[in-house]
Nanobody, 122 residues
C-alpha cells in the first residue's frame, strides 16, 4: 500500500518561510507525478504545485513564492514556501499519481498523505 507522509508544517509569521517534505513509500517514485494541494477550513481542496514528466507547475497564487522539487533517490518531494501570507494558512496535502503526467485537479491523483497544518500569523 502506497504511503505518503508529510512533515514540516507549523506556525510562521507573515513573510516567513517553511519547507514541507513528503516521503513516499511503496511507489516507483520517479515514474509518478507528484502534487501539493491545500485546504482551508470550509473551503475546497485547491491545487498548489505539481511536478511531472514535464517539470514543475504552479497555481497562480503561489507562483514566484513557492518552489516544488523532488529527490527521486530519496523518494521525497518538497515544497519550499517563501513570503508567506495569511491566506496561505491551510492543511497542506501531498499527492501522487499512478502516472507520469499530472495536472491541477484533485481527481488526477490517486494517493494522498494525511496533511500537515501551515498557519501564517499576521
Amino acid at each position: 500500500q502506497v504511503q505518503l507522509v508529510e512533515t514540516g508544517g507549523g506556525l510562521v509569521q507573515v513573510g516567513g518561510s517553511l519547507r514541507l517534505s513528503c516521503a513516499a513509500s511503496r511507489l516507483t517514485f520517479s515514474n509518478n507525478a507528484m502534487g501539493w494541494f491545500r485546504q482551508a477550513p470550509g473551503k475546497e481542496r485547491d491545487f498548489v504545485a505539481g511536478f511531472d514528466w514535464s517539470g514543475p507547475f504552479y497555481a497562480d497564487s503561489v507562483k514566484g513564492r513557492f518552489t516544488i522539487s523532488r529527490d527521486n533517490a530519496k523518494n521525497t518531494v518538497y515544497l519550499q514556501m517563501n513570503s508567506l501570507k495569511p491566506e496561505d494558512t491551510a492543511v497542506y496535502y501531498c499527492a501522487a499519481s499512478k502516472y507520469g503526467f499530472g495536472d491541477r485537479s484533485v481527481g488526477a491523483y490517486d494517493y494522498w498523505g494525511q496533511g500537515t497544518q501551515v498557519t501564517v500569523s499576521s
